[in-house]
């Protein structure tokens, strides 16, 4: 490759797992399976509480926005790392790998933000059940849904636009499966510090401080759940809470070991199995740990599959009496 003296002109190339070339073929069956099943899930989420006018209240119109932002999370790094396991050393353009590093800050950033205002939604609703209409209204539920989306955005956009504003030259090798900051940052030919103690101080404010307040919400969660009279109440709660902080615990103890750390001692190799975790299976688990598990929902799609049946079984009958008045 001709050697480049801009950052404009680069063309990166993702080594992915190239130095297990056995196990390539085997991770991309698995990683497919997962990818097709991601979508699945959200999108089955997504048109059932958009067709359901009952779903249309702030719990379920989070889980529609957190769907959406896994969808979508999940379509801009699975097909690209899929082409990598195919491939022994697979190229992406400096346009590609910063549109790519832009829309993984983007989604990590929203669900971020998304996740602690979930974990505020349900701290209003079990703690605070009598006025929870009134603390979360739609209005409500608009202003801390823009607020994520806004945020994220803004963060992402001054993060990726400083990453690429680095000059790039001789090594273009990225040892990952996808365009992240930090293996992308450590090619540039620059001085990086003050970008890392940005970066370090971003990932603060996106990844800690809304964990921080998803713990101190559960928490509130789980002491009310212990007063609760019902022991069946009581076992169903905890049931509830455990699978949400499993979700919320993978998702963010991976991203900010990734993120915090950007020029941490940990192997590419484990770095790489440390993104898997909040890329493939954050997406794959959410919409069972928040949605499909829960009651109105598996209603929801019990009534758009009859829904379905029905619409289809009166489309047989009605060409079927028409087939049988033409004799």
């Known amino acids: 490759m001709r050697r480049q003296n801009h950052s404009s002109a680069v063309e990166f190339i993702l080594l992915g797992f190239s130095n297990y070339p056995e196990l390539q073929g085997q991770m991309f069956g698995a990683f497919l399976v997962i990818y097709l099943v991601t979508l699945m899930g959200n999108a089955l989420i997504i048109t059932i509480i958009f067709l359901d006018q009952s779903l249309h209240i702030p719990m379920y119109l989070f889980l529609q ?16 790392m899929l082409v990598v396991l195919t491939t022994q050393k697979a190229t992406i353009s400096f346009g590609g790998c910063f549109a790519q590093m832009y829309f993984i800050l983007l989604f990590g950033g929203t669900e971020c933000f998304l996740l602690g205002a ?45 990453v690429f504003s ?20 450590e090619l540039a030919c620059a001085e990086t510090f003050l970008f890392e103690v940005y970066a370090f101080t971003g990932t603060i404010l996106i990844v800690m401080v809304p964990f921080l307040l998803i713990l101190m919400s559960y928490t509130r969660i789980l002491f009310t759940i212990l007063r609760m009279p019902s022991s069946t109440g009581r076992q169903k709660a905890f049931s509830t809470c455990a699978s949400h902080l499993t979700s919320v615990t993978l998702f963010y103890g991976t991203a900010s070991i ?46 758009l599959w009859e829904r379905k049946v029905a619409l289809h079984t009166a489309w047989f009958v009605e060409d079927l009496v028409v087939f049988l008045s033409c004799y």
């Open 65 to 80: 926005n957190l769907s959406l932002v896994d969808l979508c999370f999940s379509t801009v790094i699975t097909p690209e």
């Open 118 to 162: 979930m974990a505020y939604d349900r701290f209003a609703a079990i703690c605070h059940p009598l006025s929870y209409p009134v603390i979360m209204n739609k209005r409500v539920f608009v202003k801390l849904a823009m607020i994520s989306w806004v945020s994220g955005t803004m963060m992402t956009t001054l993060q990726t636009t400083w």
């Open 166 to 185: 680095f000059p790039y030259c001789g090594h273009r090798e990225i040892n990952h499966l996808f365009c992240e900051t930090p293996p992308v940052l």
């Open 258 to 303: 990734t993120y915090l750390q950007p020029k941490s001692r940990y192997s590419p190799d484990t770095k790489k199995l440390m993104s898997l975790a909040y890329t493939l299976l954050t997406p794959l688990l959410n919409p069972l740990i928040y949605s499909l598990r829960n009651k109105e929902m598996k209603r929801a799609v019990v009534k």
